[in-house]
Nanobody, 119 residues
């Protein structure tokens, strides 16, 4: 069984920064990809950033402002968010593609953490 626990969300003023973390625990054999999605009120969940095999991919709306990184040894993925804008307000979810010790590759989601950008 695999669990993901997120932390780091909160309220920040426009132009500010936040760092999100997501730690995986359980029967993990390997992590193939790590990433973040977000869902704003009334909108569909969207991909924010993903890292796999050292390569990263970002939504156009966050390029140059957000940085995704991962530490496989710590089973942790981070999202550094700088120059935050009001339109970044959303619930952020981490998503990891994990091969379990006794199970096949599957996608796991964190519980979500609220990020609110407001003055």
């Amino acid at each position: 069984q695999v669990q993901l626990v997120e932390s780091g969300g909160g309220l920040v003023q426009p132009g500010g920064s936040l760092r999100l973390s997501c730690v995986a625990s359980g029967s993990i054999f390997s992590i193939d990809a790590m990433g973040w999605h977000r869902q704003a009120p009334g909108k569909q969940r969207e991909l924010v950033a993903v890292i796999s095999g050292g390569a990263t991919n970002y939504a156009d709306s966050v390029k140059g402002r957000f940085t995704v990184s991962g530490d496989n040894a710590k089973k942790t993925v981070y999202l550094q968010m700088n120059s935050l804008k009001s339109e970044d307000t959303a619930v952020y979810y981490c998503n990891l593609k994990i091969r379990g010790t006794y199970s096949a590759l599957r996608s796991y989601w964190g519980q979500g953490t609220q990020v609110t950008v407001s003055s």
